[in-house]
């Protein structure tokens, strides 16, 4: 199995610098990851760094709490997009869910990828399982399906915990067949990379990706 295809390497810590992104990038080349996941402010350095790389770069919209509003959502993905991003990791309004309101997350989430999709992006819908319920989360499946993004994904890894195995089959057998699953969130090592695979993901947010390759 080739494991660094499915790997978003990952760099998202408030403190990461410009010259850690110019690490994380070059790894991402040497070793075939999917993508590097990072902040916004550092996507249009990203972009030119892997210009004329099959890695994609990935950022992250409405993080790591998804409070902000639907029209703040779609201008940070219209200015991810502007300065290269090609893949959206953007958080559901947990705070809607919670308070029941279901059809808003819907029209929130088709709204973020619309925007994303007319303009070649691909989305990654972060729903914080471990904040939710199981009834919550197979609620999630069905808005996430329903709302066209391509991925769901566990965690933020900046809540309560990340992602585990339980959720991980739980997202893959509720979510739509067109939908894929995205581990994040407390996976540092190839074993529990090759398990959470094995449950169902598709892509594995991590920054031991590195390490992950190398066992």
Same mark, same amino acid.
């Given at each position: 199995?080739?494991?660094?295809?499915?790997?978003?390497?990952?760099?998202?810590?408030?403190?990461?610098?410009?010259?850690?992104?110019?690490?994380?990038?070059? $790894?991402?080349?040497?070793?075939?990851?999917?993508?590097?996941?990072?902040?916004?402010?550092?996507?249009?350095?990203?972009?030119?760094?892997?210009?004329?790389?099959?890695?994609?770069?990935?950022?992250?919209?409405?993080?790591?709490?998804?409070?902000?509003?639907?029209?703040?959502?779609?201008?940070?993905?219209?200015?991810?997009? $502007?300065?290269?991003?090609?893949?959206?990791?953007?958080?559901?309004?947990?705070?809607?869910?919670?308070?029941?309101?279901?059809?808003?997350?819907?029209?929130?989430?088709?709204?973020?990828?619309?925007?994303?999709?007319?303009?070649?992006?691909?989305?990654?819908?972060?729903?914080?399982?471990?904040?939710?319920?199981?009834? $919550?989360?197979?609620?999630?499946?069905?808005?996430?399906?329903?709302?066209?993004?391509?991925?769901?994904?566990?965690?933020?890894?900046?809540?309560?915990?990340?992602?585990?195995?339980?959720?991980?089959?739980?997202?893959?057998?509720?979510?739509?067949?067109?939908?894929?699953?995205?581990?994040?969130?407390?996976?540092?090592?190839?074993?529990?990379?090759?398990?959470?695979?094995?449950?169902?993901?598709?892509?594995?947010?991590?920054?031991?990706?590195?390490?992950?390759?190398? $066992?």
């Amino acid at each position: 199995m080739n494991i660094s295809s499915y790997i978003d390497h990952t760099i998202l810590k408030p403190d990461s610098t410009a010259q850690a992104v110019d690490i994380v990038c070059a $790894e991402a080349m040497q070793f075939g990851f999917a993508s590097v996941c990072i902040l916004p402010w550092h996507v249009g350095r990203a972009a030119a760094i892997l210009r004329d790389s099959p890695v994609a770069v990935c950022t992250v919209v409405g993080f790591p709490l998804g409070a902000s509003t639907t029209k703040t959502k779609t201008a940070e993905i219209l200015d991810a997009i $502007e300065r290269g991003a090609r893949e959206i990791d953007v958080v559901a309004s947990i705070t809607a869910l919670k308070s029941g309101m279901y059809d808003s997350v819907l029209e929130d989430l088709r709204s973020v990828c619309d925007v994303a999709h007319d303009r070649g992006a691909i989305v990654k819908v972060i729903i914080e399982s471990c904040l939710l319920t199981d009834d $919550e989360k197979k609620r999630m499946c069905s808005i996430v399906t329903q709302s066209g993004a391509e991925f769901i994904k566990t965690s933020t890894g900046f809540s309560a915990g990340g992602a585990t195995l339980d959720d991980v089959k739980l997202l893959r057998e509720h979510v739509g067949p067109h939908v894929l699953v995205k581990a994040s969130g407390g996976i540092r090592d190839r074993v529990t990379a090759l398990a959470m695979i094995g449950a169902g993901a598709a892509r594995l947010g991590t920054s031991s990706g590195v390490q992950i390759v190398q $066992e």
